[in-house]
């Protein structure tokens, strides 16, 4: 299972709920599903940046001539 290492590394007690890495590994976690889908499918693209640009090709705030 790929996020059994997150899920042990939760159980340290060293480690504050405040701790950089414990909110990073609440992050996987909370994300596990999201981030499956991209684990199993390497087509998805990580982010909509492309899809965004389509939809709003002239840059915001900008002045037309």
Same mark, same amino acid.
């Given at each position: 299972?790929?996020?059994a290492f997150c899920k042990?590394?939760?159980q340290r007690a060293d480690l504050l709920p405040d701790d950089s890495w414990m909110k990073a590994?609440?992050?996987t976690l909370? $994300?596990?599903r999201q981030l499956m889908?991209?684990?199993e499918?390497?087509?998805v693209a990580m982010d909509t940046n492309h899809l965004e640009r389509?939809? $709003?090709p002239?840059?915001?705030g900008k002045k037309m001539n």
């Open positions: 299972m790929p996020f042990e590394q939760r590994l609440n992050y909370k $994300r596990k889908v991209f684990l499918k390497p087509d389509e939809i $709003r002239i840059p915001m």
